[in-house]
């Protein structure tokens, strides 16, 4: 943030996050529910009400909680005992109040007023099979509605961290808003970051995204796949060197081969760490890119930043749920000493 003079101010939070505001339905199936529901199976596929409906009473009794992409990363990086806040769009009704209550009770600043007497706050229906794959079927409610009037900027300033979320880029409205975010956070001379999300949402926007990446972001976050998809190449190093030209930062996961990061000519190669069997992979890549921001916002270096990323990862994928099992701050300091 800028002073008067044109100083630039120390910030006050590490991150802000701002994506879909929605609250999570986990239940473990089979893959004959998968089948018999004409589900993509790993994918998020958005639906309108009256699908959420008849899927919501098909699913088995499961997990209930505050959800949502960039709102797990944020989660994450106040589990590390960083400083963060979240912009999103909830309405003025039970979910999301649960929303904010639930934000709120583990340190993530969420100060948006609910809306009255339009769509209702947004849910995602998760399926988890036995082989811990997460289909997401989400219905974005008023979530999507998300405005440039609704981007606090002085929020958005007070952030060493800009966090934006790719799944949130399917409206104008969210769009001019993204965009807002991130012209304010430049202007206070702050790091903007964008995760890709999901393979199908590179799809969609592959050509607006290459211009984002451009003109407004700083560093990416995604998996091989999504960073091979967003440049039409079937070779995740080959992905690396494009994307190297048009953002100073990547961090790309790569599964159990662990993640790389992408500065320039440099690759930085972690290993993926293990802490328990993977359970559930809901969230891997929201935690990882928590432990990356948190240790950034710290002044680690990229390596240390991206192994912090793994080791929230691992932890995240041992239980059900995208959020963290135990403080993640506890577990690195077990892991690392």
Known sequence: MADGNGTSLEPTLDVVGVGNAIVDVLAEVDDAFVAEHGLAKGAMTLIDTERAVELYAAMPPGLEESGGSAANTM??????????????????????????RDLRHVGVGFDVPGVSGAEPTARCLIQVTPDAQRTMNTYLGISSHLSPDEIDGDLVASASHLYCEGYLWDTDEAKAAIRHAMDLAHAADRTVSLTLSDGFCVDRHRDEWRDLLVDRVDVVFGNAGELCSLFEVDDVDVAADLVSREVDLAFVTLGKQGSMVVHGSDRIRIEADELEAVVDTTGAGDLYAAGVLFGLS????????????????????????????????????????
């Open 75 to 100: 989660v994450g990086v106040a589990s590390f005992g960083g400083r963060a806040a979240y912009i999103g769009k909830v309405a003025d009704d039970f979910l999301g109040e649960v929303f904010r």
């Open 298 to 337: 710290q002044g680690a270096d990229l390596h240390h930043a991206a192994r912090l990323g793994s080791i929230a990862a691992a932890e995240v994928i041992s239980h059900l749920g995208a959020r963290p099992g135990r403080l993640l701050s506890a577990v690195a300091a077990s892991i690392l000493g």
